[in-house]
């Protein structure tokens, strides 16, 4: 592998980055500190957005990250890389942050939508409401593979 | 660590100066005997309070001699001290804590603490005698607080290692003995490396990076500013607490006063514990959901892209942790990461340019690799997230209705107590109201250090990472901040090894538990440490093996002595090997227990005396008259280089009319 050369577009993040910041972000992080930082709350609607399959390329760009905040965080990065993997299919964006960004920031931008109808406008404490959210199916013994798995390659992988 | 003698001074019922030697090599055992309340948990006291200043007493602020308070006058000064002399790798030492008590009236028979002291002296390679700057750290790190329980045990008490819960213990007791690793220091190095190349990065990048280097440098200091003045002020809110524990104990012997004020004991201390926990409770799910609530949407895109990730590395194609152009500068300096030479021809170098030209075939980068060795960590996360998250919202509901109803009754306390008509206990109160105000304002000042020290620690975090991000544009910088990331890389691969060995310690101390457990254990059980190290007895049950079982507390205690006795053991063979190609280094550990044999029948009781010397290089044990039996002392009578009797004179007995125990030598047989 080598760097980007002249000519070719940048695979490094942008700096700053702008995304859809929405009524979600106001309740969530300011009035009730459910999540401890607007960037923990884009990255999560983000994750939302893809597992619900929704994706846009029409919002508003009004909230500003720097992409510092999840630079070297790899419980983001590797998420991150992952839905930009599993949408594109092509093994390039695992070395392109720069294109991640832009993936999961139209999945935040419609998951951040779905959190104002999901958790905000539902009736009840926001914090039970985003519980039921997160509380997806999971088929256990499912995810007890797939974790036994990802610990066998990640052995693998760390060899020296 | 060996102790080789004990002084007391006025300790509890150790009245005056009192001496003792302890037996070491081939009789390596020291016994105390004495009767029930003959001070045989006082000496196990000793050691915790001169070690942690921590005490086991019901009434732990009545530490001097009650007979030297009553010879003194009021507003004289008694001294109380636990001075130790003993040796920890070929490097001698002293420690003494001390207090100084003074009497407040003639019937003062608790005294006052007026002065503390602690002081470790040690005698250095030229021969020298040197005092310790951090003498609390000194002995911290000789044996951890967390491990007073393993080394200075009580018998009746050391069950308590097989029970839930205490994973962590037997962990930090293996990571203890395993003693300061290569590995651990290689995770050192490689970190203040990394804070190297950072600086150089800084030194030869913008202008702008250097202003962000030192804004770094300058929230660095903050927080290390801040630190120490949270440290003054813990120790502060220490002795408002020890001051009002005092008041709080005068108003419970005042008549009037006693009922509610032991009510509002109770009470507050519910109270703070309810509302301590409410507050944890909330950060924590926050916390939770902030750092890993995400993970589960995106657990299926995960494995897929592992698969893919093992895929290429199978066949080849995914890059080297290192960068390319890391290794392309290591060969051009003829310099390794670790500053050692790399010369053209030599094997280093071959393998740098095999690794460069595997580099430049692959299809996947660095970052693939990178992510990829973090597959486990982040799927262990997701699952420990559910865990958690379960545990933490069913605590949420019941915490909430505890403190409401705390509350209430507090109110009512403190409206009873106000109506009570007595001078004394106004004063008291008064007194009370006072310090409670300062408590108050200095919890408030350590509550904003803590948020300052919280507020900053993510804005170091992101400031790193905004450093790293300028260092790219910098190509004279770039190099160095490469370099600082492939540190921080083999820092986390070396974290991952160093838990992996850890795991193999506990395995290698599993056949030493297991065998010794059952040589004492008649009956078909196995005793082990199970993978999250927890210490469990298991026996085999139809075609199912190895299934837990409900234990007596003899055999939990057994089993509690068969790990210690094999964490010691390895510890010992670890050290006298002085293998350089070993990662750990092991150490020598005495083992200083109160009544081993409480609930052990006397069959067990033999087996365990003949174990109990082969278990340390030295082992101090306490027993009462009828525990030191004939099948004892047979096992270990002849190990004992040492033996005392703990005598006590009783009140009624005494010239002074005060009880107090003389430590009095047996004299032992003369062995050729």
Not at chain 1, 94 to 99: L, S
Not at chain 1, 116 to 138: M, P, S, T, Y
Not at chain 2, 97 to 107: E, F, G, W
Not at chain 2, 602 to 626: H, N, R, W
Request: net charge negative; glycine share 6%.
């Amino acid at each position: 592998m080598s760097d980007t050369t002249a000519g070719e577009e940048s695979t490094v993040p942008p700096e700053v980055f702008y995304y859809h910041k929405n009524e979600a972000f106001d309740v969530l992080v300011e009035e009730e500190r459910l999540f401890t930082s607007n960037t923990k709350l884009y990255v999560f609607a983000g994750m939302v957005g893809f597992h619900l399959g929704r994706h846009t390329t029409e919002y508003d760009e009004n909230g500003e990250i720097r992409w510092s905040y999840i630079a070297g965080n790899n419980d983001l990065e590797l998420p991150i890389a992952a839905i930009a993997y599993a949408y594109t299919q092509d093994p390039q964006v695992i070395d392109n942050q720069r294109e991640q960004v832009r993936i999961l920031t139209g999945f935040a931008a419609s998951g951040a939508n779905i959190l104002v109808d999901e958790v905000i406008k539902q009736r009840g404490a926001n914090l039970d409401n985003l519980l039921a959210l997160i509380n997806i199916d999971r088929d256990v013994d499912q995810r007890m593979k797939q974790s036994k798995m990802l610990a066998e390659i990640d052995a693998t992988l760390t060899q020296l | 660590m060996i102790f080789n003698r004990l002084e007391l001074v006025n300790f509890r019922q150790f009245y005056g100066h009192q001496e003792v030697e302890f037996s070491a090599s081939d009789r390596n055992v020291t016994v105390f005997h004495g009767a029930n309340g003959s001070g045989k948990t006082t000496l196990l006291n000793a050691f915790t309070w001169l070690f942690y200043e921590k005490v086991s007493f019901t009434q732990d602020d009545k530490l001097a001699s009650e007979r030297a308070l009553a010879e003194a006058e009021p507003k004289d000064i008694i001294e109380v001290r636990v001075t130790l002399d003993f040796e920890d790798d070929d490097v001698r030492y002293q420690a003494s804590r001390s207090y100084d008590v003074m009497k407040h009236h003639d019937s003062d028979l608790t005294g006052f603490v007026k002065g503390r002291n602690l002081v470790v002296w040690y005698t250095d390679e030229t021969g020298n005698r040197q005092k310790k700057a951090n003498p609390r750290e000194t002995l911290a790190n000789i044996i951890p607080e967390r491990l007073q329980d393993v080394f200075f045990f009580d018998g009746e008490t050391i069950d308590q290692l097989t029970q839930i819960n205490n994973e962590e213990q037997v962990q930090e007791a293996i990571e203890s003995v395993m003693g300061i690793t290569t590995l651990e220091r290689a995770i050192r190095h490689l970190e203040s490396a990394a804070k190297r190349f950072r600086k150089e990065a800084a030194d030869k990048g913008s202008s702008e990076l250097q202003e962000l280097t030192l804004e770094l440098q300058g929230l660095e200091d903050k927080v290390a500013e801040d630190s120490e003045k949270l440290t003054v002020v813990t120790e502060s809110l220490d002795d408002i607490d020890q001051e009002l524990t005092k008041i709080d104990d005068e108003l419970r012997v005042l008549g009037a006063a006693t009922e509610l004020q032991e009510r509002r004991d109770t009470i507050t201390e519910a109270l703070e514990q309810a509302k301590e926990k409410q507050a944890e409770n909330l950060r924590d799910i926050s916390e939770q959901i902030s750092e890993y609530g995400h993970i589960p949407f995106a657990m299926d895109a995960i494995a897929k892209l592992g698969e893919f990730l093992d895929d290429k590395h199978a066949a080849g194609e995914l890059e080297s942790a290192v960068d390319s152009n890391v290794i392309e500068s290591l060969l051009e300096d003829g310099r390794c990461i670790c500053d050692r030479p790399v010369e053209e021809g030599s094997p280093a170098a071959d393998q740098l340019s095999n690794l460069l030209a595997r580099n430049q075939q692959t299809v996947v980068g660095t970052k693939g690799r990178i992510l990829g060795t973090y597959l486990g960590d982040i799927s262990e996360n997701e699952q420990s997230f559910f865990g958690n998250l379960s545990e933490l919202i069913s605590n949420r509901k019941s915490l909430r209705e505890e403190v409401q109803k705390h509350q209430a009754e507090l109110s009512d306390i403190e409206f009873a107590l106000k109506k009570i008509d007595d001078d004394h206990i106004v004063e008291l109160e008064t007194r009370r109201e006072s310090l409670n105000k300062e408590q108050n304002t200095k919890l408030t000042r350590k509550g904003q250090l803590q948020e300052s020290i919280s507020t900053i620690e993510p804005k170091i975090e992101r400031l790193e990472n905004t450093i790293k991000n300028e260092q790219r544009k910098s190509t004279r910088a770039d190099l160095a901040a490469k370099r600082q990331e492939t540190c921080e890389y083999l820092q986390a691969a070396f974290e991952k090894t160093y838990d992996r060995q850890k795991n193999e310690v506990r395995e290698e101390i599993n056949t030493w538990v297991n065998d010794t457990f059952q040589s004492i254990i008649a009956k078909e059980f196995y005793a082990e440490v199970d993978e999250s190290f927890r210490l469990q007895i298991l026996k085999d049950v139809g075609d199912i093996s190895a299934e837990e079982v409900d234990k007596s507390t003899g055999e939990r205690q057994v089993a509690s002595l068969a790990f210690i006795g094999s964490l010691v053991r390895l510890a010992y063979e670890k050290f006298t090997e002085n293998d350089p190609a070993s990662n750990y280094r092991g150490g020598i550990y005495p083992i200083v227990m109160d009544s081993p044999f409480g609930s052990l029948d006397p069959e067990y009781q033999q087996k365990v005396s003949a174990m109990l010397p082969q278990m340390s290089e030295q082992i101090l044990v306490m027993v009462t008259d009828s525990q030191w039996s004939d099948a004892v002392q047979g096992e270990l009578g002849d190990h004992a280089g040492y033996q005392y009797n703990l005598d006590v004179t009783n009140a009624s007995d005494a010239a002074s009319g005060y009880e107090s125990t003389a430590i009095v030598p047996e004299e032992m047989e003369v062995v050729a």
